[in-house]
């Protein structure tokens, strides 16, 4: 691991300052950032530990409904909140679909944002990466690459993001609220992330100093608890990363769809929010030919960036699947294996 | 630059220099405190081998800087047992064989406690299952480990039963 100087400010305002400076990067728990140092993927000049500063690791309902989130509580401290469980199922059940329960609980909420893609070629330093060394080329691209993006992707990059957690918060319109050199500002979710077009190695809408401080999720995304799942297909039944998920959530009047909201994972490199898809279930009695119809919306676009054509069939039965199970309702206990179309307890309905 | 930190491990109280801010948990406990139950395993967060609790908490303690936990309070597998008598989940281990060449088996022991404490798993084999997969084991002792955990949990369960009674 490179030799870095440690920062560890008191206030928010002096930890923008001090990772404004080029070659500074912030550390929270370092799950994913102390993985690239000692691989030597990240070589950050100084870290600045947000860590000890105060007010950023509540969880609190505001006055007009939303819930804000600060960027220090933990992926398990929030997963295992009762009252969280029982407004935002969906995100609870991405939580604890998410990596070990060791990492879930060091991780917190504005790291997970912010974790990297798991693309091995980004991993393996000896390889060509535009995100890793922009310019460099894409080694994916010709490589291993039946787990990367089928939607969104460029030349310059197929790499996908790995996070759980923002498929279903960028489906319940989560918010982000940022403090940076000129104070403090929000962006939808929806809008931190970026395509990689020909600058993979800009990731996000952040500019240096940026500190992520809270997510929120507004008033509205409580109306779907009661039908809200997330489903999600790995290589293995526990502690992998997602090859496609789906969060789907229903609000269901008088037998019909009043709103619907879907997000796939493991598809792009961003969390991919489906609106031609939520739009054609507005207000349809909800049919598994109504959830193959906006399947087929969800995966309009996709293409293969390599040998991950299998990708697009499966995220669209991946979509029925998860809108089928949201249908159902949300189950009254979280099933022992979260998210997993193999759970015993899941009430899967086969499409 | 140094940089001074004082953790409690295993109740005591400790004080340390770092005149390396890269130093992780897992380093400081094995290299400067001789506490070598906690393993070095694939030093990645992978295999669960460096499980320690830190302020009740499992983590992987490799992917911990120690200069970002001063003033935590540490639990190691050296600081489970008293004094002679195991802790009870060490005791389900060696009942049940929950182990083979024993590398994992320190990690293993500290996550199935800190899973305990979690309380989320309960006497349900699959939950335990889930529960305990950031936890490998290359020998394969898988069924060994879950009957451990499960024992011990239902011991744990008739202990507070017998305290509330």
């Known amino acids: 691991m490179k030799q870095f100087d440690y920062v560890r400010p008191g206030t928010i305002a002096e930890a923008v300052a001090a990772a404004a400076r080029p070659g500074a990067v912030y550390l929270a728990a370092g799950t ?38 600060g960027a220090l509580v933990g992926n398990a401290d929030l997963a295992h909140d009762a009252e969280f469980a029982r407004s935002y199922p969906a995100v609870t059940e991405a939580l604890l679909s998410g990596a070990s329960a060791q990492l879930r609980n060091a991780a917190t909420v504005g790291g997970n944002l912010l974790q990297r893609t798991r693309c091995a070629y980004f991993y393996d330093t000896a390889s060509r990466c535009n995100k890793r060394e922009a310019g460099s080329g894409c080694d994916a691209r010709d490589g291993e690459n039946r787990s990367h993006a089928v939607l969104g992707w460029s030349e310059s990059c197929i790499a996908t993001h790995p996070s759980d957690f923002c498929v279903p918060l960028v489906a319940l319109d989560a918010v982000v609220e940022i403090e940076g050199r000129s104070g403090r500002r929000e962006i939808a979710l929806d809008e931190l992330h970026r395509l990689p077009g020909d600058a993979p190695e800009r990731e996000s809408a952040l500019e240096p100093g940026d500190l992520i401080v809270a997510v929120r999720l507004p008033p509205a995304a409580r109306g779907f608890a009661a039908h809200a799942r997330y489903l999600k297909v790995r290589e293995r039944t526990s502690y992998a990363f997602a090859v496609v998920s789906a969060a789907a959530a229903l609000r ?70 998860a809108l089928l199970l949201a249908a159902a309702g949300t189950p009254a206990r979280m099933p022992a294996l979260p998210a997993s179309p193999f759970a015993s307890t899941s009430g899967a309905i086969h499409a | 630059m140094n940089h001074s930190i004082s953790l409690t491990v295993n109740g005591a109280r400790r004080d340390f220099v770092l005149d390396d801010p890269r130093v992780t948990l897992l380093d400081l406990l094995r290299e400067r405190l001789h506490l070598t139950g906690t393993k070095k395993g694939c030093d990645r967060g992978q295999c669960g081998a460096c499980t320690i609790l830190v302020d009740g908490k499992r983590i992987n303690s490799c992917l911990a800087l120690a200069i970002s936990h001063d003033g935590a309070d540490i639990l190691t597998i050296e600081g489970v ?22 590398f994992c088996t320190p990690g293993q022991i500290m996550s199935a406690i800190g899973m305990m404490r979690e309380g989320q798993a309960g006497n349900d084999p699959e939950r335990v299952r889930e529960c305990m997969s950031g936890n490998l084991c290359r020998c394969g002792a898988y069924a060994g480990i879950v009957d451990a955990v499960l024992e011990a949990q239902a011991g744990m369960d008739e202990t507070n039963q017998r305290r509330s009674a």
């Open chain 1, 32 to 69: 994913n950032l102390l993985d690239l140092m000692k691989g030597g993927v990240s070589r950050p000049d100084r870290l600045v530990d947000v860590t000890h500063l105060d007010g950023l690791d509540g969880i609190e309902t505001l006055a007009d409904g939303s819930l804000r989130i």
């Open chain 1, 252 to 321: 269901i009047e008088n037998g019909r769809i009043a709103e619907a909201r879907l997000a796939l994972g493991g598809v792009a490199a961003k969390p991919w929010r489906a609106r031609a898809a939520e739009d054609v279930l507005r207000n349809v009695v909800p049919t598994a030919d109504a959830f193959q119809e906006a399947a087929w919306r969800a995966l309009e676009g996709a293409k293969p960036s390599g040998d991950n054509a299998f990708k697009i069939e499966l995220a669209r039965r991946i979509v029925v699947r």
């Open chain 2, 81 to 102: 047992a008293r004094g002679d008598q195991l802790h009870p989940v060490q005791a389900a281990f060696i009942a049940h064989d929950g182990f083979q060449c024993g």
